[in-house]
């Protein structure tokens, strides 16, 4: 399936690669979310035995950055997803991530409106813009 980004009456339109680079964000939040939840059950390898160097980090702050840095990208795309109307919502999130046809509920071009909008929203909430 192509990402189609809107072309006529949008007044969200990203250059291309940002559109696409935006829409990937978004489909990666699932995984973010599992990632950032893992990074809480990490331990650190087992002993090898084998002598390494005297270099103290400290591995609670390393896995804190990392952790609030996918956090933050998920609340950006949770937030500018609350600002989709709730009757829209599901339709726009499905076919974003998972290429779903719209709900008949609706037009295709309210659909594709908020569509435009959130993934704009996303951008501009991720500095992308």
Same mark, same amino acid.
């Given at each position: 399936?192509?990402?189609?980004?809107?072309?006529?009456?949008?007044?969200?339109?990203?250059?291309?690669?940002?559109?696409?680079?935006?829409?990937?964000?978004?489909?990666?939040?699932?995984?973010?979310?599992?990632?950032?939840?893992?990074?809480?059950?990490?331990?650190?390898?087992?002993?090898?035995?084998?002598?390494?160097?005297?270099?103290?980090?400290?591995?609670?702050?390393?896995?804190?950055?990392?952790?609030?840095?996918?956090?933050?990208? &998920?609340?950006?795309?949770?937030?500018?997803?609350?600002?989709?109307?709730?009757?829209?919502?599901?339709? &726009?999130?499905?076919?974003?991530?998972?290429?779903?046809?719209?709900?008949?509920?609706?037009?295709?071009?309210?659909?594709?409106?908020?569509?435009?909008?959130? &993934?704009?929203? &996303?951008?501009?909430?991720?500095?992308?813009?």
């Amino acid at each position: 399936m192509k990402d189609y980004q809107r072309q006529k009456g949008n007044r969200y339109i990203l250059p291309r690669t940002l559109y696409h680079q935006t829409v990937w964000q978004i489909r990666d939040y699932y995984r973010l979310k599992e990632q950032a939840d893992a990074i809480l059950e990490e331990s650190p390898p087992p002993p090898d035995g084998q002598p390494h160097g005297t270099s103290i980090g400290d591995q609670v702050a390393v896995k804190a950055i990392r952790r609030e840095t996918m956090l933050s990208t &998920v609340r950006v795309i949770e937030k500018e997803k609350q600002m989709i109307p709730k009757e829209y919502r599901d339709g &726009v999130w499905n076919n974003i991530l998972f290429g779903t046809a719209y709900p008949d509920d609706a037009d295709r071009s309210t659909y594709g409106r908020y569509k435009s909008k959130f &993934v704009y929203s &996303v951008a501009r909430g991720l500095y992308l813009l």
